[in-house]
């Protein structure tokens, strides 16, 4: 048990300092190609901090419980927005007013209605692994053009120039420090991550706690903890694009790219209880996202407060 707490607690000490690098190495990359912080977010941070769940779920799969990768997204994917999002405002606020996600988060709510749609079929097999990996690449195509229209467009300069005044970004920090920064990023967050979930749950094997309970709350609170770092560190830094679109991109690539790459190693079956519960939990959390998507509202200190409050009851609820 002793050894099991202090991997935990160096998983931790790795995961806040990759979330920092990568961070820095995201922002950077965005000043120097002219792309902006949200887009890159959307990609580069958002499978870096997703590799995780993808690690723990394949091999969930291959080893014969399917259950703990279908708890595994379903639950990171509440506690991202619930936690990942409420424990950062808690800290610091968010100025979300000013970002412009709408297209994506429509996107993500998009890909969670797909998800909960193919669920009914009672399992997640091959057909529905193809069809969620077709449903990224679709996404991924217009992240790319969106991209690309943004570096042809002659405003990039001027998007480039008001990132100088951001703290952490450089333009002239060279391109292997920024490499650099994303490397250790990318793999320190998985290998943090895999520290402090294998620790976890051997605790919780120790003191006698089901797969499922272990998917929905210890993994998913684990492998969620990339997210955390990387959003903690962005709201630090007053870039609250990075921080929105880290939780956005991550559950699109959770739900699509997580199962649907997991369902090509073996079928996943789905519980009646995601069913009648922790699926629609999860689709409760993304519609909360709607007031500061849409400038209504920032992530304030009391907001981030309620948000953190329903994850705790969330989790209190699967526990009793």
């Avoid at 609170?221 to 694009?241: C, K």
Wanted: charged share 10%; aromatic share 6%; no cysteine.
């Amino acid at each position: 048990m002793t050894a099991d707490l202090l991997f935990a607690g160096l998983g931790l000490a790795i995961l806040l300092l990759a979330g920092d690098s990568l961070v820095r190495g995201a922002v950077n990359v965005s000043l120097r190609l002219g792309v902006p912080a949200l887009i890159v977010s959307l990609t580069i941070v958002a499978f870096g901090t997703s590799a995780p769940e993808l690690i723990i779920s394949i091999g969930a799969v291959l080893e014969g419980a399917p259950g703990l990768a279908l708890g595994n997204v379903v639950g990171s994917n509440t506690a991202n927005i619930l936690m990942v999002l409420g424990i950062p405002a808690l800290m610091t606020g968010m100025h979300t007013r000013a970002t412009e996600t709408r297209k994506d988060y429509a996107l993500m709510m998009a890909a969670t209605a797909f998800f909960i749609l193919l669920a009914f079929r009672g399992k997640f097999d091959w057909i529905a692994g193809l069809a969620l990996l077709a449903a990224l690449a679709v996404i991924l195509g217009k992240q790319a053009m969106s991209a690309l229209a943004h570096r042809a467009d002659a405003a990039a300069a001027a998007a480039a120039n008001d990132h100088e005044e951001v703290e952490a970004a450089d333009p002239n920090m060279p391109w292997w420090r920024i490499l650099l920064f994303l490397g250790l990023g990318l793999v320190g967050l998985p290998l943090g991550a895999d520290l402090l979930v294998d620790s976890a749950v051997s605790i919780a094997q120790q003191i006698g706690v089901s797969e499922t309970v272990i998917g929905l709350t210890l993994v998913a609170i684990g492998t969620s903890l990339p997210e955390l770092a990387t959003t903690v560190m962005a709201a630090i830094r007053r870039h609250a694009e990075v921080a929105l679109g880290n939780v956005i991109g991550s559950n699109m690539f959770n739900l699509l790219a997580i199962i649907g790459a997991a369902s090509l190693f073996g079928t996943i079956p789905v519980d009646p209880t995601f069913l009648r519960f922790d699926l629609w939990v999860m689709a409760g959390a993304s519609l909360m996202l709607a007031p500061f998507v849409f400038k209504l509202a920032d992530i304030t200190r009391a907001w981030g407060a309620v948000l953190t409050a329903l994850y705790v009851g969330y989790v209190w609820m699967i526990l009793v």
